[in-house]
């Protein structure tokens, strides 16, 4: 199969489905000709035109506003927010409004629109250019919110949230716009609340969302040298969460490790480990173990930023003690 | 052009739907007093030339986002009585069937895109509508309108902004009312509210809010305007608020007094001066006009029984809409 | 011990400390005459004057922005946030400039402010005025989060959170404002990251934040009646939080139930209940069980809007079958 | 008074410190195209006279907030190479620990509030920094810098009309260089951006940015005035960024060319025109400045090469100063 990048992706999905759907429009900041800062919207003014590909001024909480109305009122707008730490300025829009208005109106309205936004650190952008946020929007019902781990579910999860009638969030990893990864010719769509098991296992089980998948392979490759088998599991959208797929798992296995690149307290992992020992609890050989950015704001110099994300050593490290019945506590 | 309103028939619905709106704002006014009201709710009486001026120059395409102070917008874009009483009851037949209450009341229907909790919330859905409108080659327009208290909300300088840069079909409506809550407009707005508009290139006008025929002829002419491309627009619209700022703000003293109060009330008032005129014109008789009142009494009178026996939303309907299908 | 109301505590704690500090001053919508919607503030004006108690235009990020500018050099704003829901307006300031300046800056600036705010449902407020947003700040570091369940902890804690040299969001249940508390004459202060076991018991630990508290305490009243003795734990901050006294408990009672008002996924109760798995793993007889809000927006009806928020009925529901053994799923 | 710095000694330091921030925006860039540099950043050179007439108007106990594009504000306002380098190299010895870099970089003994990566995210910390001035009667000036782009963001709307109602001490310097990232100020700024000042009743001023003299004269004359209760003032400076975006923004003529930028650069670079003056009115002669240049050249280069060799701060410094004592 072909290899293409998630940047790649990310610009074909949205291609197929401005050509399949009229409505469909995109709107955010340099955009158009220059692309993004990212280069991941390249070619698309020059196919749909500056009418379809719209430039806007620096007014996060304006154009998140506009695109609700307009979807208010029969398009599908995607808004493209340049880093993922803007979405503090579109709080408002994004959660009072678009989250709420299907609920409000009693059903009556839809607001269907996709934010793409990323995450990430480790890029030396520091501390308001590199947050991972996505607990914060999947905390609010109404939204939904997807998070591709490789180009592959990029392009999927893409396609599904365009033709989806809710608003929908999409966090992509910024340090992976250049990672390629085999992607079909053919048209697929990823269905949202399904999450993929990236490496069947017995011991444990490794679930990680967008960047922090590729770090549990590489640990799920150190433990099988340790002799340890670890299942890696995607969930690929926080909400919906597919529980059961996750679930299941850890029955077979009795032991967990969530990993997410937000910060760690009151982030992702928290859902969905109290999740797993809500409802696989009687299955668990050991407490389901949580690793997260640090609580601290990201700090610029390279010689601690790294020391923020998690890493595949850490991961196995912490995988293997969990295995071995040591009771510890992951920082 | 600008008289294509100034019939009988025109006339007499502006005046039907000017006292509509207080009928209905009254009758809202005694569920709260009676303690039938679940909340509270913001009162519209005093401003209907407003709405009603706004409202009769579009049409069931054109859109309108509203705010917390959104009866009087929601009955000038064509609601009916029942389902907005059911609606402020929380009720299964409201508009939102009772989800949403006084604060979202949307009606789609008529191009209603909903009252809003949030001051200065929905001036960007309103000029997204006219993205759209200017995207899809539609010729609606859509009316934005808002208090003089939200034009400190920094969204609206973005979409404005926005607005002026694409020449969006969009009508900036603001309502100044001389208040915010408990504060006068002058200690919360400096400078002038209408050259801030100018400043992004907008053409703006200062109309009487309270004569609604004046409302209603600027309005035409910019409807008419901005369906050609030549919006936006911007309109401040000097009015007042009768009542508290919302129905519990009885004793208002330490902010106004009941000499302005009564001076807007009894010299300015939109209804009676309406009233006045097509009397004097020969449009319409007292005896027509009182016939009228009554009707539209006996309307408001029966949809409020009708919306106090009516059904709550069943339980079952609690987690129902949180996502469209 | 003479009796107060939760809107005169948080008044008293402003006023002593207003004329303790000149420093300290007040900002935010209709506080001065008005004394805020809620009347909390009233009297102030008169006192301190309007320079400082600060009527302010409707411009959320605006104040906030300049509260945190009047922190950065010299003075201690408390800014008033009139409803919770609010909070999504001003997330940039708060999130992204009040918490991350003292870290960005090497230590060099101080953001010491002070945002009160509020939470709760059931006033029929409907979804832009009912929503309780503590688990959006709490994940974000540098902020520290209080959460007041009477008005005896409003006072020491608003005391701790203006003398303290950090960005703190203190959260007062808005139902709460009328409700009466012994409060002592004498001055008081409640250190942050001390939780307050509010009752002693055996058999299971309910864990319940502000509005929370006061339902856990009569669902304890009920399940003392069915023989079951349960420990009533208020934390009291959320951040920093007192992890060790909430361990100790349920080591002690091995049964735990964590309830807050907020949505319940990726909610405040799924930290706590994750640091209790982890921390006290092969102490639990059974899961921890989370209750929050509904994973709605807040309706209207008030035959839906009662539907959303835990009740003492159900906690002790759900902690009666938790004690009996059975495992089960609070929804 | 408009006089007071129309000295010898005065002008000097003006024009060293033009040089200073070109030469350390040189060697940024150097260290940026040798890949010794963690992340990106954006260069000043090209708009010195702005950061430089306005700085020398102020004094220690004046507060500024910078932007993104930072560097030029923070030498202005009197910081140290060494320091600075070793912030942008994230090093322990820089003036946040490392932990700030380019884009955070502050400097709390000169008054330098910091730089900031929100786009207008500064406007309220200035606002509210000339709110603590007033409220404490102390008589200091903030000025907030920002750029042409940044007018889009509804933040400075807000804080406009709050330091007009209040008459705060504070000036809001917009660096219109004529382009936010890569797209041209026409196409994102509808209107007039001084006027959108003034229709908050805030006296606004379009000024030649590449004029350290006319920048200077102007600010000393509104600082004063503002030290007196007689802010807010807004400034236009008309100016220019010689490199692109940041200086990973090489190949950038498909929105602006090359001839567009040689025409800055040689008909009117701020520091070229200000020694052209300097020597013409025999203030210094080529050779005194070419001193001047080599001893700031070195400076840098001693800097630079300091900040290389410096440490980073210690792994124990990663959780340290999340939270204040
Ligand atoms: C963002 C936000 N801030 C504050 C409030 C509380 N609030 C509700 S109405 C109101 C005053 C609005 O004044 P104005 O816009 O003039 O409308 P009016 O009530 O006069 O019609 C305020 C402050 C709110 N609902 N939303
Ligand atoms: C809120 C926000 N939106 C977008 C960006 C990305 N961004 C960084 S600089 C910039 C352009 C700023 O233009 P301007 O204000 O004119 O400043 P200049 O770079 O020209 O000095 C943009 C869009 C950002 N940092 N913050
Ligand atoms: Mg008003
Ligand atoms: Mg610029």
């Known amino acids: 199969m072909r290899e293409i990048t998630l940047s790649q992706a990310v610009n074909e999905a949205i291609a197929e489905e401005m050509r399949r759907d009229p409505t469909v429009f995109l709107i955010g900041e340099d955009v158009a000709e220059a692309g993004t800062p990212f280069k991941v919207l390249s070619g698309l003014v020059e196919e749909f035109g500056t009418d379809r590909v719209i430039d806007t001024p620096i007014s996060e909480p304006g154009f998140m506003g506009m695109a609700v109305g307009a979807a208010m009122t029969g398009a599908r707008p995607i808004v493209d927010l340049m880093f993922g730490d803007f979405i503090f300025l579109i709080m408002d829009q994004l959660c009072n409004q678009a989250a709420k208005t299907h609920y409000m109106s009693g059903g009556k309205l839809t607001v269907p629109l996709v934010l793409r936004t990323n995450l990430g650190a480790t890029r030396r952008s520091a501390a308001q250019h590199s947050q991972s946020l996505q607990a914060l929007v999947a905390h609010i019902p109404g939204l939904k919110v997807a998070m591709p781990s490789s180009a592959y579910e990029a392009k999927g999860l893409m396609k599904t949230a365009i033709r989806d009638n809710n608003p929908v969030v999409i966090f992509e990893d910024k340090l992976m716009y250049q990672d390629k990864a085999p992607v079909p010719e053919e048209e697929y769509l990823i269905p949202f609340g399904q999450a993929h098991v990236k490496r069947e296992g017995r011991d444990i089980t490794l679930i990680g969302t967008s960047s922090m998948v590729q770090v549990a392979e590489k640990a799920a490759e150190m433990l099988a040298l340790e002799g340890i088998s670890a299942e890696v599991i995607d969930p690929r959208t926080i909400v919906p969460l597919d529980e059961k797929t996750l679930i299941e798992s850890v029955k077979k296995t009795s032991r967990a490790l969530v990993i997410d690149e937000g910060h760690r307290s009151y982030g992702v992992t928290a859902e969905i480990a109290s999740r797993l020992n809500e409802k696989a609890f009687y299955h668990l050989d050991a407490p389901v173990l949580r690793m997260g950015a640090m609580d601290v704001p990201v700090p610029f110099s390279p010689a601690l930023e790294d020391l923020t994300v998690p890493t595949p050593e850490q991961v196995a490290a912490n995988a293997g003690r969990l295995c071995a019945g040591e009771l510890i506590h992951a920082a | ?325």
Request: with cysteine.
């Open chain 2, 1 to 325: 052009m600008a008289k294509a309103a100034s019939n009988t028939e025109a006339y007499l619905r502006m005046y039907t739907q000017m006292v509509r709106i207080r009928t209905f704002e009254d009758n809202a006014n005694q569920l709260y007093l009676s303690a039938k009201m679940p909340g509270l709710t913001h009162m519209y009486s005093g401003e209907e030339a407003v709405a009603v001026g706004i409202c009769e120059a579009l049409t069931d395409e054109d859109r309108i986002t509203s705010t917390h102070r959104g009866h009087g917008h929601c009955v000038a874009k064509g609601a009916e009585f029942k389902a907005m009483f059911c609606e402020l009851l929380g009720k299964a037949e409201g508009y939102c069937r009772g989800k949403g209450g006084s604060m979202h009341i949307a009606d789609q229907s008529h191009g209603n895109l909903g009252a809003n909790a949030i001051v200065g919330g929905s001036m960007g859905i309103a000029t997204g509508s006219a993205l759209r409108a200017k995207l899809q080659g539609s010729d609606d327009v859509t009316v934005c309108f808002f208090g003089d208290g939200a034009t400190a909300q920094g969204l609206m300088y973005e979409v404005m902004n926005m607005a002026a840069l694409w020449k969006l079909p969009v009508i900036y409506a603001c309502e100044n009312n001389g208040y915010s809550e408990y504060t006068r407009t002058e200690e919360i707005a400096a400078g002038s509210i209408t050259a801030r508009a100018e400043a992004f290139g907008i053409e703006a006008h200062q109309v009487d809010g309270q004569d609604v025929l004046a409302v209603n002829d600027l309005t035409r002419k910019l409807v008419a305007r901005a369906r050609k491309g030549e919006g936006p627009f911007f309109i401040e619209l000097m009015t007042y608020r009768y009542h508290g700022h919302h129905v519990g703000d009885i004793n208002r003293e330490y902010y106004r007094s009941k000499a302005e109060e009564k001076e807007w009330k009894d010299n300015r008032d939109p209804i009676i001066r309406f009233r006045a005129h097509l009397v004097s014109e020969g449009i319409a008789s007292e005896e027509e006009l009182d016939a009228l009142n009554a009707e539209i009494e006996k309307d408001a009178t029966d949809a409020v029984a009708y919306a106090l026996e009516a059904a709550y939303p069943d339980a079952s309907e609690v987690n129902m809409h949180v996502y469209a299908a």
